[in-house]
């Protein structure tokens, strides 16, 4: 019976890292997976967060406490999370769906928990069809293909090099009808386009968000990048800004937000995340209802969600003089990560070649071919994912000239 499994592919980021640690090459070069190292190619903890975690290791009574939280999380986290997401960086709608109680929320296992919570959500009550931006990253297609999706649509984002908004709307006109009975969600990348970069202009979101809604889709904005663009976590949510000003769009079924601090503040492994869904006016039993149904969907799964993060993360969320640390802790990050992309690009020449200066976040989206990544692997002990995007701080003053000289040699031939 066992032997009906068939051996499944490896993870197409992981499983380059697990090659990456059999290599024996001193000069490797893991830039494949998106976690945020400092010049000494170390991972360390943000200042910010260590704070919080000596007042947490001092806080005898909290840090003690090692029960189950309730399933929809820590309600000290619940209400830091909504306060930041729905007060600070939507000060102008957010307030008043948390006062009309619009926002049903849960503690998720980072932003993939909250995918994959939202995925079984919508699958079980309102839809299986999701179009995902092609290219994505590459897990959004597992979570909604294990998580009930049995529709699994793509739409273009890019192009030559740019982005295609025009033709990514187009298409949509062209294949989602209205009333046909489908409800069409459609997976938003909030900033920092995971592998590209590149994000649509305030503009060109307008546009997007005017098709969006003409359409009927209903939004899941994945939000893991918050403070990434721009170095200001509030900042960042614009699209979630835009998205929830009601006096221009009316999400007839609602809005999606799936958010992780894995990120902007460095808690990968702890799995730090939510999901809001927020819900149309004038449904006074909704927000309680799909609460309940995010309870049994998180208990049949993994029951509660870990305390530790979360603990951090409300520390630094609650308190005003953190959280202004832990903004200058972000922008200290985006700066870095912007050195090493002008770094790269002088000693490479290739500004017009990739619109280099458009790009943001944590990843460098280099468009090289599966022969030249195949080579950078090879012979150099590079190692990237096989869509051509390098993670940035895997790049440091140590390795830079070693990286970009191994790119000039392989684009030479
Ligand atoms: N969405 C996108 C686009 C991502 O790139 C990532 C992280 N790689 C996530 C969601 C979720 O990450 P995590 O589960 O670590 O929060």
Redesign the pocket.
């Known amino acids: 019976l066992f032997e009906e499994i068939p051996r499944a592919p490896p993870d197409k980021i992981f499983g380059l890292t697990e090659q990456f640690n059999k290599d024996e090459n001193n000069k490797k070069v893991n830039l494949t997976v998106?976690v945020y190292k400092d010049n000494d190619g170390l991972v360390t903890t943000f200042p910010t967060v260590s704070k919080a975690q000596k007042m947490l290791e001092q806080d005898e009574k909290r840090n003690n406490d090692l029960s189950y939280l309730p399933i929809i999380g820590s309600p000290t986290y619940r209400r830091s999370v909504l306060d930041f997401l729905f007060r600070e960086s939507c000060p102008s709608s957010g307030p008043k769906l948390l006062e009309e109680n619009r926002i049903s929320f849960v503690q998720t296992l980072?932003?993939?928990?909250a995918?994959a919570v939202a995925a079984d959500l919508l699958s079980l009550f309102i839809s299986r069809t999701v179009w995902i931006p092609e290219p994505s990253?590459p897990n959004h297609i597992n979570i909604f293909k294990r998580h009930g999706f049995t529709d699994i649509r793509t739409y273009p984002y890019y192009e030559d090099g740019k982005l295609c908004v025009d033709k990514w709307l187009e298409h949509l006109r062209k294949n989602v009808k209205k009333n046909d009975g489908i409800r069409h969600c459609i997976i938003l990348?909030a900033c920092c386009h995971?592998p590209t970069g590149l994000d649509p202009t305030r503009e060109q979101w307008q546009k997007i968000l005017e098709t969006v809604n003409e359409l009927k889709m209903l939004p899941i904005i994945?939000m893991?990048y918050q403070g990434l663009e721009s170095g200001n976590p509030p900042e960042d949510a614009y699209v979630l800004r835009m998205c929830l000003d009601e006096s221009r769009y009316k999400w007839s079924h609602g809005l999606f937000l799936c958010q992780?601090f894995?990120k902007n503040m460095g808690l990968?492994g702890e799995r730090v995340?939510s999901l809001s869904v927020v819900v149309p006016p004038n449904q006074p039993e909704t927000k309680t209802n799909i609460e309940s149904q995010l309870k049994q969907i998180v208990r049949s799964i993994y029951s509660s969600p870990p305390g530790y993060g979360c603990r951090v993360a409300s520390i630094v969320l609650s308190s005003p003089s953190l959280k202004k640390e832990w903004h200058k802790d972000v922008d200290f990050m985006v700066q870095r990560l912007l050195d090493v992309r002008h770094g790269m690009c002088e000693r490479l020449g290739w500004s017009d070649l990739v619109n280099y200066t458009q790009q943001h976040g944590m990843f460098y989206y280099t468009r090289l071919n599966h022969h030249s990544l195949n080579r950078l692997r090879d012979e150099y002990s590079i190692y990237m994912t096989m869509d051509g995007r390098l993670s940035l701080s895997g790049i440091n003053d140590h390795n830079i000239d070693y990286v970009c000289d191994a790119f000039k040699s392989i684009s030479r031939v």
């Open positions: 998106g980072s932003g993939t928990g995918l990253w990348h995971n994945d893991a992780s894995a990968y995340g």
